[in-house]
C-alpha cells in the first residue's frame, strides 16, 4: 500500500502520535455512523415521524449506508475510515494494516460507538433508552444464536470483502470507495434486519448495549461479524484478487499475426512501374538484382 500522506502531502509519520490522531478520526467516524443509523432505528422504534409516517425497515439501512457514503469520503484519506472493528482486523489479517495500531482503533471505535448511544438517549429522552434500548440491535423473535451468528458473519463478509475490492485494490476506479462501501453496508443492514436486526459492527453493536445494559448475545454481534470479516479480506485478498479478466484468443492471438503479414506485403513487392527490384523479404533492395523486362 502507498505511504499515507498527512494534510500537506507530505508522507504521515507512522509513529505513536499518528496512531492516536488516526485512532481519533475513527472514534468520530463511529460515533456518526452509530449516532445516525440508530437515531433512525430508535425513531422507527418509537413511531416519531418528521412530515409523514415514522421510519421503517428501509429508512434504517438507508441511514447507516448513506452516512458511511459521507464518513469513508470525508476520514478514508486520514484514517482508512474503517469505523467497524470487523475491517480493522480484516485488513489487519492481509497485511493491508499493522497491527501495531489495531488496538487504538478497536477502542476508539467503542468509544465513539458510546458517546452515540448516549447522544441518542440525550436527543430521543427516556422512551428512547426504555423502549428502543437506544437502538441495540436483538434476534428478532424465533431466530437462534446460530442464524444470528451466521447474518452477522454475511453482513461483515460483504462489507469487508467490497473494502478490500475498491479500497485496496489499485484496480478499482478512483473515488468509487464511498458509495461502494455505504451501498454494501445498506444491503447488508437489509439482509440482517430480519434476523439479527442488522449490525454487521462489533463496535454498532457494542456501543449501545454497555449504555443501555442489554446485552443480547457476544457470539451474535462480536464474534459472528470479526469471522465473516476475515474470510471475507483473506478471500478477496489471496484469491479473487489475484485473478484478472481472461483475454479472448483472437485478441491474444492478434501480435502472432503481424509477422506473417509484413512478409506478405514484402512479397508482393516484387516489382515496380517501368522498372523492377527484387526485394528481401525484410523490404530491403537486394544487391545487383536490379533488372528491367529485357533483361529477362
Known amino acids: ?7 500537506h502531502g507530505a508522507d504521515a509519520p507512522q509513529g505513536g502520535a499518528n496512531i492516536l490522531r488516526a485512532a481519533t478520526a475513527e472514534g468520530v467516524g463511529t460515533f456518526l455512523l452509530v449516532l445516525v443509523g440508530t437515531a433512525v432505528a430508535t425513531a422507527a422504534t418509537l413511531g416519531k415521524n418528521t412530515a409523514g409516517p415514522a421510519y421503517d425497515s428501509l429508512s434504517i439501512a438507508l441511514s447507516f449506508g448513506l452516512v458511511l457514503v459521507a464518513i469513508v ?22 497485511g493491508k494494516f499493522p497491527w501495531r495500531a489495531v488496538p487504538a482503533y478497536i477502542v476508539a471505535q467503542v468509544i465513539g ?14 422512551q428512547a433508552y426504555t423502549k428502543a434500548h437506544l437502538g441495540t440491535p436483538a434476534p428478532v423473535h424465533g431466530s437462534t444464536e446460530l442464524q444470528g451468528a451466521l447474518v452477522e458473519a454475511l453482513i461483515a463478509f460483504l462489507l469487508v470483502f467490497t473494502v478490500m475490492a475498491v479500497a485496496t485494490d489499485k484496480r478499482a476506479p478512483a473515488g468509487i470507495a464511498p458509495v461502494s462501501v455505504g451501498f454494501a453496508l445498506a444491503a447488508g443492514v437489509l439482509l440482517g434486519g430480519p434476523v439479527s436486526g442488522g449490525a454487521g459492527n ?5 456501543g449501545p448495549m454497555l449504555v443501555s ?3 443480547p448475545s457476544v457470539i451474535i454481534y462480536i464474534l459472528g461479524p470479526l469471522v465473516g470479516g476475515i474470510v471475507g479480506a483473506v478471500l478477496y485478498d489471496r484469491v479473487v484478487g489475484a485473478a484478472s479478466t481472461p483475454k479472448a484468443a483472437t485478441a491474444a492471438s492478434a501480435p502472432e499475426r503481424a509477422p506473417h ?6 512479397a508482393q513487392r516484387t516489382t515496380r512501374a517501368g522498372r523492377g527490384t527484387t526485394t528481401r523479404a525484410d523490404g530491403r533492395r537486394a544487391r ?3 533488372f528491367t523486362a529485357r533483361d529477362e
Do not use: E, F, I
Not at 469520503?73 to 492481509?94: D, F, M, Q
Not at 462489533?202 to 457494542?206: E, F, Q, Y
Not at 503479414?261 to 514484402?266: D, G, K, L, S
Open 261 to 266: 503479414a509484413a512478409w506478405a506485403q514484402a
Open 288 to 290: 545487383g538484382a536490379t
Open 213 to 215: 445494559g442489554t446485552y
Open 202 to 206: 462489533p463496535a454498532r453493536a457494542r
Open 73 to 94: 469520503a470525508a476520514l478514508g484519506p486520514v484514517s482508512g475510515a474503517h469505523v467497524n472493528p470487523a475491517v480493522t482486523v480484516g485488513l489487519a489479517v492481509t
Open 1 to 7: 500500500m502507498a505511504k499515507a500522506k498527512d494534510g
Open 113 to 126: 460507538a458510546v458517546v452515540a448511544a448516549l447522544a441518542v438517549w440525550g436527543a430521543y429522552g427516556q
